[in-house]
């Protein structure tokens, strides 16, 4: 897997990226041990969630980390390669004292796979292929077990939006994988008010720009970044201001760890989860 990841980040660093780690040492010291040397990076997007009010971002912080995360892809598959596991986990943020502490960089390229051939043609759907990525973040294509594509990165980057801007996803608490994906088919129909409950109208929107594309396309990211720009005029947000995080403003009171969420979260995820678990038992 450290082959992979080391292949990854040379072929970013050969686009000069901004948003994908860097790469500073690779190499086999034995048969049997390979390393990698990168920078020393801040919290990842989980932990960061985690230690606010609420478990989620302020509405700028929110727009703010998706644009980059999203930059973060774009860049990742314009270096011919698809991460099949886009979460928060693998998402990190720089450090103060390397004036970096205003971007944030994806990491952890151990499943991701090159889309394009030596050729520069698109390598086609090996079909079904198994699990690829992680449960709560992954697209239904992954649920179908089918071979992903640039588009299920973009549907794991939607689920993380939501996640942080709302506070949690609604199969949360969902163990099954089966549960989880009647959970995500369910937001888009008759679960979709809890689903973006308290989030802007335009995530709506997002959702169904990447429910239409199809293994083949090569999305469009600049209109991905318009719908969230409409956001930021929407909302008047300043996206050049700090983050939730940034501890040289933050006050006591917003560093303060909780892990609970507003009763309007909690019953509307209940809600939902008690939907899917009958939708499970009754197929």
Request: charged share 30%; glycine share 4%.
């Amino acid at each position: 897997m450290l082959h992979i990841e080391a292949r990854v980040m040379r072929a970013a660093a050969r686009r000069h990226c901004q948003h994908i780690c860097e790469l500073i040492d690779y190499g086999v010291e034995k048969p049997d041990y390979i390393f990698i040397v990168i920078p020393l990076l801040g919290k990842d997007l989980y932990k960061l969630r985690n230690e606010q009010i609420n478990r989620r971002f302020s509405m700028c912080t929110a727009i703010q980390v998706g644009l980059q995360t999203l930059k973060a892809i774009e860049e990742l598959h314009l270096s011919h390669f698809i991460s099949r596991d886009i979460k928060p986990g693998n998402f990190m943020v720089g450090l103060h004292e390397n004036q970096q502490h205003k971007t944030i960089f994806l990491i952890d390229f151990g499943l991701a796979k090159k889309y394009i051939d030596k050729n520069g043609k698109l390598i086609p759907s090996r079909g079904e292929i198994g699990w690829r990525g992680t449960t709560r973040y992954g697209s239904l294509n992954a649920h179908l077990r089918l071979d992903l594509s640039r588009r299920d990165d973009l549907e794991s980057w939607f689920y993380l939006l939501v996640e942080i801007t709302r506070g949690s996803l609604p199969w949360r608490h969902i163990s099954e994988r089966a549960g989880v994906q009647a959970a995500k088919l369910m937001a888009r129909n008759t679960g979709q008010k809890q689903f973006f409950h308290q989030c802007p109208k335009q995530y709506k929107i997002l959702m169904q720009m990447i429910d239409v594309l199809v293994f083949e396309d090569s999305p469009k990211y600049h209109e991905f970044i318009n719908v969230l720009m409409d956001i930021k005029k929407e909302w008047n947000l300043q996206l050049n201001s700090r983050f939730d995080w940034d501890e040289e403003e933050m006050t006591t009171s917003t560093r303060s760890i909780t892990k609970s969420i507003s009763s309007s979260d909690a019953e509307c995820e209940k809600a939902m989860k008690e939907e899917c678990i009958n939708s499970v038992e009754t197929k």
